[in-house]
């Protein structure tokens, strides 16, 4: 993420895998930046200068991911050659409109339905433009639900089985909730957990497990919200501590180990079920702050925004083991 006032924003991060990380190839090898070692692979090295530092990611059907440039306000597709396709370019805001904590328009969190439809997150700070957007095959993009202007929506997950999105608003604190189909935009928590501490709070968010998971930024936290029978929120639950400028993250099991992308100081840690971690890939292996995870079978992929680095953007593919 660029700079804000007083220090580069450390991206969405945060990411679930059930075992020990062992890389191989999920792409063809290019050439590498970075001293990686032998078993992790890039799938593709983005260009900065036009703009390519994804934000976070979400996987097709067909082996290709799809991705937020954050700051051009693109939707892309990565095929598995690396190839970079541009979907759609989100609208300018007007002149004047600043985007709180970031102050450049700020493009967040992606999912997929079955459908193919992708929904992802915009913010400018302006009231005409900042919500939840919907693209469909063949479409072109369309905001369907408003959020607030001088928020942050940032992380995004979708509940298949209730037909609700859940948006992590990293500068109000807060999870919102809206029906699939679009409409009102509802609070569904304001826990003082999901607060930000001096810059961003909540911010990767997923379900799992009949619960809402969302990472704290600033508070360096993996927190656990039930989904009540009545489709409220339950009592937060701490899952995990002493995981600073946490982005994104993804389960990779029915249980609740997760990999945590840690934005600044270029690593992947593996969180376990205790709320134990260890770090598993770093910027020796090609990371250059890493914004988020997704994970499929057996491959976690890994994108990163190099927000700090201002090095080399890319996307990595990784093999993990279950142990689950």
């Known amino acids: 993420m660029p700079k804000s006032p007083t220090r580069t924003r450390a991206g969405l991060l945060a990411s679930a895998v059930v075992a020990a990380l062992a890389v191989t190839a999920a792409g063809p090898t290019t050439l590498a930046t970075a001293a990686p070692r032998p078993d992790v692979r890039f799938v593709a090295h983005l260009d900065m200068a036009d703009g390519q530092r994804p934000e976070n990611i979400t996987l097709e059907p067909g082996g290709s991911a799809v991705v937020t440039f954050a700051f051009s306000r693109q939707l892309a597709r990565i095929d598995r050659d690396g190839t970079v396709r541009v979907l759609a370019t989100l609208p300018e805001p007007p002149a004047g ?12 969190g992606v999912v997929r339905a079955h ?46 089985s209730r037909r609700h999105l859940y948006v992590a608003d990293s500068v109000l604190g807060t999870v919102w909730r809206i029906p699939a189909g679009g409409g009102t935009a509802t609070r569904w928590s304001t826990a003082p957990e999901l607060a930000a501490a001096g810059f961003l709070g909540a911010n990767g968010i997923k379900v799992h497990d ?3 998971w969302v990472s704290n930024l600033d508070q360096g936290t993996v927190l656990r919200i039930p989904v009540t029978r009545r489709g409220t929120a339950g009592p937060v639950q701490t899952r995990a501590t002493g995981l600073k400028d946490i982005d994104d993250f993804a389960f990779t099991g029915r249980g609740d180990t997760l990999l945590a992308a840690i934005n600044a100081d270029n690593e992947v840690a593996l969180v376990r079920p205790d709320g134990s971690h260890s770090v598993v890939l770093t910027g020796a292996d090609g990371l250059e702050n890493p914004t988020s995870l997704a994970v499929r079978g057996t491959t976690a992929y890994i994108a990163s925004g190099a927000y700090f680095t201002n090095h080399d953007p890319n996307l990595l593919a990784a093999r993990i083991e279950r142990t689950e």
């Open 115 to 160: 459908d193919g439809t992708l929904y992802f997150v915009y913010a400018t700070g302006s009231s005409d433009l900042t919500g939840l957007w919907r693209l469909r095959p063949g479409g072109i993009p369309q905001r369907v639900a408003a959020l607030p202007a001088d928020g942050l929506p940032n992380g995004l997950a979708l509940d298949r």
């Open 97 to 108: 409109a600043t985007t709180p904590a970031l102050s450049s328009p700020f493009l967040g």
């Open 210 to 212: 009949d619960a809402v």
